[in-house]
């Protein structure tokens, strides 16, 4: 209620303003034109949040990718956890990586709806960027309930002769080398062929493995080739094409201090009778010992000679050690940038995305075709012993290839001024299928590192190699002591949906808009976990089975759903328009992706549905030289999807229930939840040398009186999964509050052309982190600057910037809870360490610009 007083406020203040200012008119705004609503349109004339950003400024404010496109927009967080895994966050709802529902937010490029691993992946020769604020429930291609981002590459000019074209270099002090270019090539009057590319080698936040001597480092290389065909004034075909391929070495950073040293070199010594404790001397030898005397001796002395004499016992308790020069006695901090895992995490995406678009004037109608296939590769190797509690570390290999193939069909009136329609269809098939695959034989080689070695790293370089071998060859891994786990997730959905969006001008100055979308989702989901038969995992343990995770009447799904909006728009004048809009949201029912067999009353959760209500202003004032934008929002869910991720929960097995354990995959649940929040965004120019603006969110949510969510708790000795009461909690560790500001001056240079200056700073403030709510992710205030000169021409632009002025680094993401691996004897490890993501700290660097 607070917030809808405070943009009342605003509104009353800004409307009755707007008759005092008389105003240069030479200093105007451009004109912003968005096409949110499938046809080209004032940005001020939408009845919802559209925020706009133009490729000039992602190119004054060298705005490379999502991560930092949260510097010029307010309400919006981008983090790329690694380079398969990436996160937005946009009006308190949160996209899951690893989820395998529906997401609130959707991505598109150049109107093609693509994962999150395409969308993250550099921006270059970009028109502009849309971001659609709020549930997408009648024209965007996929539902969405907290918004849509559109990213839209340039297109060939016809009809020109110009060029459009340039060449970009881009160097920065860790180690960024970055070569752009792009062109227009005239194959005749009617058609032209543009073709652009990027080659990106960086080591990112720089992060080191101290353990493994390797650096963060990443390579991104891209090309796009866009045709475009006018034939007639009436017709219009683009054809683009684009390839993207990165490979990086991606070290995950921890952050936090060690825990309690708990250790029993014997624990797996079949009859030896009781603990072992470190100072007692090396035991007897053993009743009907599995292990001869000589074994064990040689594995306690391996084990003894790995601790370091001159630290505390209390410290790192781990047997293979990182250089403890590098590792403070105080513990780690997010921004010391530090990895401790033996395995070295490599990622790579291979992409491509065609796509066909086609308008046809038709005089009173207006005919849009949309046709496009994406196809993607992507490996992940994580080492998810993050805390380096194992010798050998605890490998973790997820492949991924996913097709996507959408058609789209638009029919819009262009004869009545008073009845405006556009009626259409839409179809995407997805097809995904997954490979997770882990080398789990911590327990054993634990035990006798000098006698036992894991397969991956020693007989195979990943988890997927050796599942790879033993499918070819079943059997193979009979005789070694090694436990594989090979898990193949298939997930495809194809979803069909016709929607009608009809706008009545009521008069000059009120409308009333309606929009309708019906769809139908139908999906197949299976998680088919593979055991192949090692000495450890027999055929009576469940070794050479194959044991399907999701119950086979569950694996099939069939949903239907009718999502819609009302608007209504009343210009007090040309320049100001009021609105109140609802639009609803639809989330289909799902199951849960673990790489822990669960309790199947844990897999599936239900369907959300969400309604929200937007009411808002858009205004130019002073004849043009400012732009407010005002909006209040408020959201109602119905059992609100939460993924909890690093839960408690029974492992089940062949034989029934298993362990107590830490599920770092994540259990979903619904709950009922309400969101509400503001948003306001402003543009002046104060001089023909100076403009500024910016952005302001703030946003509240919370779930229902009765919510639970499920708990990380080893206290936990129930059949399901440890729970807590959540009421009244935040539903995600969104900043409830953000702001940016931006301001770009430019002169006359004395020795010609012009020079500039380009400032701008965010801010987003603490919050709690959802997956860990013992540790706060602190407020972060960035501040950049660009300094440069452009000739008179044009043709020559040569730029100095510093990104993070302040070097003000904290954790952005966290991925997991405390340290739950266990050490030979001791259970858990009951460290403090946890793994977590950070904005990149202070960046300096310099860019040159040649056009032509």
């Given amino acids: ?240 094409y684009q390839n993207m391929e990165t490979d990086s070495i991606y070290p995950q950073p921890v952050a936090g201090e060690a825990g309690t040293f708990n250790f029993n070199a014997f624990e797996y010594v079949t009859g030896f009778p009781a603990a072992f404790a470190m100072g007692l001397g090396f035991p007897a030898p053993f009743p009907d010992a599995t292990v001869t005397h000589a074994g064990a001796a040689q594995a306690w002395a391996e084990m003894v000679a790995t601790v370091n004499p001159a630290a505390s016992l209390g410290d790192f308790a781990f047997l293979h050690r990182p250089t403890w020069a590098d590792v403070p006695a105080g513990g780690l901090k997010p921004e010391d940038g530090v990895a401790l895992h033996y395995q070295n995490p490599r990622q790579n995406t291979s992409a491509e995305v065609f796509n066909i678009m086609v308008d046809y004037d038709m005089g009173s109608h207006a005919l849009a075709l949309r046709y496009s296939d994406s196809e993607s590769d992507s490996m992940g190797l994580i080492d998810r012993d993050y805390a380096g509690a194992y010798v050998y570390g605890y490998p973790q290999e997820v492949r991924t290839n996913t097709g996507i193939e959408t058609v789209e069909m638009r029919l819009s009136n262009q004869d009545n001024d008073t009845l405006e329609y556009t009626i259409g269809f839409f179809s995407r098939d997805s097809q995904t299928f997954t490979n997770a695959d882990l080398d789990v034989s911590m327990d054993n080689y634990e035990v006798a590192p000098g006698l036992f070695k894991p397969m991956v790293g020693f007989d195979y370089k990943t988890p997927n190699q050796a599942c790879l071998a033993e499918r070819a060859n079943p059997g193979l891994f009979a005789a070694k002591p090694n436990v594989i786990t090979c898990m193949g997730i298939p997930l495809n959905n194809k979803t069909e949906a016709w929607f009608v969006n009809l706008k009545y001008n009521l008069s000059e100055s009120t409308f009333v808009q309606f929009g309708v979308r019906e769809q139908e989702i139908d999906g197949y989901r299976a998680q088919n976990l593979y055991l192949p038969v090692t000495a450890l995992l027999g055929p009576l343990d469940g070794g050479g089975m194959t044991i399907p995770r999701i119950p086979a009447n569950l694996q099939n799904s069939s949903n239907d759903s009718t999502t819609g909006s009302m608007k209504i728009g009343h210009y007090l004048n040309d320049d100001i328009l009021l609105y109140a809009t609802t639009e609803s949201g639809f989330r289909s029912p799902g199951a849960t992706i673990s790489p822990v067999a669960i309790n199947p009353s844990l897999i599936t959760f239900e369907e959300e549905e969400s309604d929200m209500v937007e009411i808002g202003m858009k205004g130019s004032f002073m004849d043009g030289r400012l732009r407010l934008n005002a909006a209040y929002y408020d959201y109602d869910f119905e059992g609100y999807q939460t993924k909890w991720d690093n839960v408690t929960a029974r492992a089940y097995t062949a034989a029934g229930p298993g362990v107590v354990q830490q599920v770092q995959g994540g259990i979903f649940n619904n709950n009922d939840a309400t969101i509400s929040g503001i948003d306001l965004e402003y543009a002046y120019v104060v001089n023909e040398d100076l403009t500024l603006g910016g952005s302001y969110t703030s946003t509240d949510s919370e779930y229902a009186a009765g919510s639970i969510g499920y708990a990380n708790d080893p206290s936990y000795a129930g059949l399901s999964a440890a729970t807590r009461d959540v009421s009244g909690q935040r539903v995600n560790d969104d900043a409830e509050s953000s702001f940016t500001f931006y301001l770009d001056h430019t002169v006359a240079a004395s020795w010609g052309g012009e020079r500039y200056t380009r400032y701008n700073v965010s801010w987003r403030d603490e919050r709690t982190s959802s997956i860990n709510p013992d540790l706060k992710i602190k407020s972060l205030y960035i501040a950049n600057i660009v300094a440069g000169w452009r000739s008179a021409d044009g043709v020559w632009d040569a730029s100095f910037f510093v990104k993070n002025i302040t070097d003000d680094v904290d954790l952005s993401h966290i991925q997991a809870y405390y340290s739950d691996y266990h050490l030979p004897g001791g259970g858990s490890l009951p460290s403090k360490f946890y793994a977590g993501n950070t904005n990149m700290g202070r960046q300096m660097g310099a860019q040159l610009v040649y056009n032509f």
Avoid: C
């Fill in 1 to 240: 209620m607070k917030r809808l007083f405070t943009l009342f406020t605003i509104v009353v203040f800004a409307t009755s303003s707007s008759y005092t200012f008389a105003q240069n008119s030479e200093l105007v705004l451009e004109e912003v034109v968005v096409t949110a609503t499938k046809k080209e349109e004032n940005v001020q004339d939408i009845a919802q949040t559209v925020n706009a950003v133009s490729g000039s400024t992602l190119d004054n404010y060298q705005i490379r990718d999502l991560s930092e496109l949260a510097q010029v927009v307010s309400g919006v967080e981008f983090t790329k956890i690694d380079p398969r895994r990436q996160t937005i966050i946009m009006r308190g709802q949160k996209l899951d990586p690893d989820g395998g529902n529906d997401q609130p937010i959707q991505g598109y490029l150049d109107e093609v709806p693509l994962r999150t691993g395409e969308i993250f992946l550099q921006m270059y020769d970009t028109e502009r960027v849309e971001i659609l604020k709020g549930a997408q429930g009648t024209l965007q291609g996929a539902v969405s309930t907290g918004g849509a981002l559109h990213i839209y590459t340039r297109s060939a000019n016809v009809g020109s002769d110009e060029k459009n074209g340039y060449v970009k270099t881009t160097w920065a002090d860790n180690m960024t080398s970055i070569v752009e270019a792009a062109s227009d090539f005239h194959l005749s009057e009617t058609m032209s062929l543009r073709f652009a590319g990027v080659t990106n080698n960086n080591d990112g936040n720089e992060v080191r493995n101290v353990r493994t001597g390797i650096t963060e480092n990443h390579a991104y290389d891209s090309g796009r080739l866009s045709l475009s065909w006018e034939p007639s004034d009436e017709l219009s075909v683009r054809v683009k």
